[in-house]
């Protein structure tokens, strides 16, 4: 009879036991190690994405202008109530703000508007301002590039930097703004390339600068933005509409800034503003990551 050598009983259990440990605790090693990878992923995405966004909205609101800006309720909440940013609780949940044009200001080698008003130049009157240097044909054809057609110089407004400013004075109420005693001033061209006529509202008919304060330093602006989270949790930023002329952020046009946002805030101090915005996840339940920034 030949004997051949085999575990013994003993030596089987052992086997058996430090298999079973390796399994248990690589096991865990694995899925520790996909937890952390897939925590990782989501955690970078919600890094870059909120990061992204109040990047984004702070490039815009740099050239608010800073007393326009104002929040809103919600369609739920009655939509036309609205007060100044630094009067707003948590339920006015729409930030709005009246942009200067920063793409005219620049130009391509020069402002296509100057921002400086000749007061005392000889033609000038209560119907006719004189912007030297401003070229309003191309800041009329820059506005229609922007606006793909939608609008044009003659939706423009000024805004007389030094003026005394009611937030009220900018349309925020939906009727179009038919006098020059607000804040901000319809405009529209006229014959000479460096000039502004009044305008009513969203007619073309002309009337008087009469008894307002026209100030030497002003900014050209032709829409107004707004801030909103909708139905399905993305952060929108509404533009292309004038608020002088009556219109609503709901009548202009709108670009998705971030999707998935749990929170969206702004709070004001004076001038200076404070955004958050928060980014949830669709893949680890309950979590979310916030990024905020002071605009001055």
């Not at 001033?185 to 509202?201: L, Q, T």
């Not at 602006?221 to 509409?241: F, G, P």
């Not at 009548?251 to 004001?268: E, L, Q």
């Not at 915005?277 to 990024?291: A, F, H, M, Q, R």
């Amino acid at each position: 009879m030949q004997f051949r050598k085999a575990f013994s009983m003993i030596e089987l259990v052992f086997v058996i036991v430090i298999m079973g440990i390796i399994a248990k605790f690589g096991t865990e090693f694995l899925a520790q190690s996909y937890r952390s990878f897939i925590f990782s992923k989501v955690n970078n995405r919600l890094q870059s994405d909120s990061a992204m966004a109040v990047e984004f909205m702070a490039s815009r609101l740099q050239y608010r202008i800073k007393d326009s800006v104002i929040a809103r309720k919600d369609e739920e909440n009655n939509e036309n109530e609205y007060k100044a940013l630094s009067d707003a609780d948590d339920s006015y949940s729409i930030i709005e703000w009246v942009s200067s044009d920063m793409d005219g200001y620049r130009g391509l080698d020069k402002p296509y508007w100057s921002g400086i008003i000749d007061v005392n130049h000889p033609d000038a009157n209560v119907t006719l301002l004189i912007s030297p240097e401003t070229n309003t044909t191309a800041v009329d054809q820059l506005i229609q590039s922007l606006s793909y057609g939608n609008s044009d110089i003659n939706s423009s407004a000024l805004y007389f930097i030094g003026s005394n400013s009611d937030v009220n004075g900018y349309g925020w109420d939906g009727e179009a703004i038919q006098t020059q005693d607000k804040v901000i001033h319809p405009i529209k061209r006229a014959e000479n390339e460096n000039e502004f006529v009044p305008r009513k509202g969203a007619t073309t008919d002309t009337n008087s600068f009469s008894d307002v304060d026209i100030y030497e330093y002003y900014k050209l602006a032709w829409t107004a933005n707004a801030l909103k989270i909708d139905e399905n949790n993305s952060l929108r930023l509404y533009y292309d509409y004038q608020p002088w002329d009556g219109e609503k952020y709901s009548d202009g046009k709108s670009a998705v800034i971030v999707k998935n946002v749990s929170t969206f805030r702004a709070t004001s101090i004076g001038s200076v503003m404070k955004i958050q915005v928060c980014v949830k996840s669709s893949l680890v339940e309950e979590y979310s990551l916030c990024k905020e920034k002071t605009v001055f």
